[in-house]
């Protein structure tokens, strides 16, 4: 069976617009059967995308949608590349048509979309299961978006019904390769060895330059040419589910069998029951071979019987997220810094949690509450910024942190600067599970 | 037996994760040579100690010898998560760096196969 080659695009909602220009010509160089994918979702991206849906209907989907189309669309019609994405986020209609109109707009033939459904499970028919699901009492009213984490299965009846372009919103990250996949080989949805390779497969791709160099640069260390222009990954799957993971030739990054480990690991718990939609993935006795340059082989994953239920996650207002940042520099500004946090909190003792950090001292190490940086001396740090945040659920009162930060500049200490402010809304998650049979999912052709 | 002491990221490079209040943090050898040290060494209580200041409830270690490799999952460590916690790095991104400071003992044999600038960060110790 000829060998399917997947790119991916886009890592996340926010990534680099121009970074399929690359992949797609390489992919058409390549010729053969091919696919562009683009992972754009994560934990609080899906709840903005609701957010965004309430105040237009319309919306919802990844807003950067245009942008990440627009340079390659008519390419990947000319040549036969397909298109899978989880961009439709909260509304996969929506970006379909936004994705018609602008192949329209680029006076390209309407091109054959399919949308999947089945992950948005905030309605009121899965209320019930959810709060039972849910250990913890959600105020009801406050849920902002509930979606399963669906697998490949769809996707793959989609591009078998004849689609160019697959949106859907929830969809698993590695399911955006499974399913092209299982729609080239025709592997069946319970070959769960191939299935467990392809989903390591789309593991690596699916975090976009993370395996090719860019998110692994540390100089003097792991260094790293043309971290400007980086090449995107390309997958050359096999029938048997193992891959070759590569880049565009000529492209910035780096793959070898270090990027591809760290790639491999990421966000992996326990390493022989990667737990997705479509299987239990296994890395236990996985192995990445490097082959030549900018080319590594994985081999030895394994799958296992798919889980019987879903991870669901919801998204809840949470209240008001408030932070303010001041700048002391030169003789003391540590000291200083410190002293402009204590008067913070002791003008904000009745507020709840203060979270401080001394920028260039002790900050993102540190813990909410304060224990590293009460232990971190005073240091000789010349250049030092006081952050403080907190959250709470009243909006005016969390407020009240952007004055009291504000007012640093005339009531001291000395030489603070440079103040910033924000308060914005927050959203907090759960996630739970929900049986399969509860969240089924299907395509749909748009009309 | 003579050895050096030098910081984790002499023998090993990694990457940290978040899943909800949960990061897990890679550690990978640099060379085959070194996994052997890092299993001995760099152990569920040695990061305990390590994040004990972020209070986190569990921590699991697997073993991935034929990647030359660990993963660490440490629970309850990010202050609520991504969309909790009040860090400025609410992902738990640098963390794998906090990791990779700790100090380990080569064999000074091994010397050769040490990454990364050979500088103030090594001392010599003599063990019996």
């Known amino acids: 069976m000829e060998i399917l080659r997947i790119g991916c695009a886009a890592g996340f909602s926010g990534d680099r617009t121009d970074a399929a220009i690359g992949v797609v010509d390489a992919l058409v160089a390549a010729g053969g059967s091919s696919f562009l994918i683009f992972e754009t979702l994560a934990e609080r991206t899906l709840a903005l995308a609701q957010l965004a849906r309430r105040k237009d209907p319309d919306g919802g989907y990844e807003p950067l949608l245009v942008d990440m189309l627009r340079p390659v669309l008519a390419r990947c019609l000319r040549h036969g590349i397909r298109i899978v994405s989880n961009f439709g986020a909260a509304n996969p209609t929506g970006a379909a048509r936004r994705i018609r109109a602008l192949a329209l707009e680029l006076g390209l033939p309407p091109p054959v979309i399919a949308v999947i459904h089945g992950d948005d499970v905030s309605g009121p028919g899965h209320r019930a299961a959810l709060k039972a699901a849910l250990s913890s009492s959600l105020e009801e009213r406050s849920i902002v978006s509930a979606n399963a984490y669906i697998g490949a299965e769809a996707v793959s009846q989609a591009l078998a019904a004849g689609a160019q372009i697959v949106v859907g919103g929830r969809l698993a990250d590695p399911s955006l390769t499974v399913g092209p996949a299982m729609a080239h080989f025709g592997w069946r949805a319970d070959d769960w060895d191939r299935l467990g390779r392809a989903t390591m497969v789309g593991h690596l791709l699916e975090c976009g330059a993370q395996v090719s160099g860019g998110y692994y640069a540390d100089p003097g260390l792991k260094d790293v040419a043309g971290m400007a222009r980086l090449g995107y990954p390309i997958a050359e799957i096999a029938d048997d589910g193992t891959a070759i993971i590569t880049k565009p030739a000529g492209s910035g990054g780096r793959v070898d069998a270090h990027t591809v480990k760290e790639q491999l690991l990421y966000e992996i718990h326990d390493p022989s029951a990667y737990l997705t939609p479509d299987v239990v993935a296994d890395i236990g006795e996985a192995q990445a071979e490097e082959l030549a340059a900018d080319r590594v082989r994985l081999v030895g994953v394994c799958g296992h019987r798919r889980p019987d239920a879903l991870k669901v996650n919801v998204c809840f207002e949470s209240g008001w997220q408030a932070e303010g940042e001041i700048s002391y520099a030169g003789p003391r500004a540590d000291a200083r810094a410190r002293l402009a946090a204590d008067t913070i909190r002791e003008r904000m003792a009745d507020a709840g949690l203060l979270r401080i950090d001394l920028i260039g001292s002790c900050s993102v190490f540190g813990d909410d509450d304060g224990h590293l940086l009460a232990a971190t001396s005073a240091r000789a740090s010349s250049d030092v910024r006081m952050r403080v945040a907190l959250r709470h659920n009243d909006r005016d009162d969390a407020q009240r942190l952007e004055r009291e930060v504000l007012a640093l500049y005339c009531c001291g200490p000395a030489g603070g600067g440079g103040v910033r402010t924000s308060l914005r809304p927050t959203l907090g998650t759960r996630s739970c599970l929900l049986p399969r049979e509860l969240v089924p999912t299907r395509f749909e052709l748009l009309a | ?128």
């Open chain 2, 1 to 128: 037996m003579t050895t050096l002491t030098v910081p984790l990221w002499r023998i090993a490079h990694g990457r940290s994760g978040d899943k909800g209040n949960r990061s897990n943090i890679s550690v990978i050898a640099w060379e085959p040579a070194f996994y052997p040290l890092l299993v001995d060494q760099v152990d569920e209580a040695a990061v305990l100690r390590l994040f004990a200041f972020r209070r986190p409830t569990a921590v699991t270690r697997y073993l991935l010898p034929k990647l030359a490799a660990m993963n660490f999952v440490i629970d309850d460590v990010l202050d609520g998560g991504v969309n909790d916690s009040l860090n400025l790095d609410s992902h738990g991104k640098s963390l794998s760096f906090l990791l990779l400071d700790l100090r380990v003992q080569v064999p000074t044999e091994l010397a050769p196969l040490l990454r990364g600038p050979d500088a103030s960060t090594t001392s010599m110790e003599t063990t019996r």
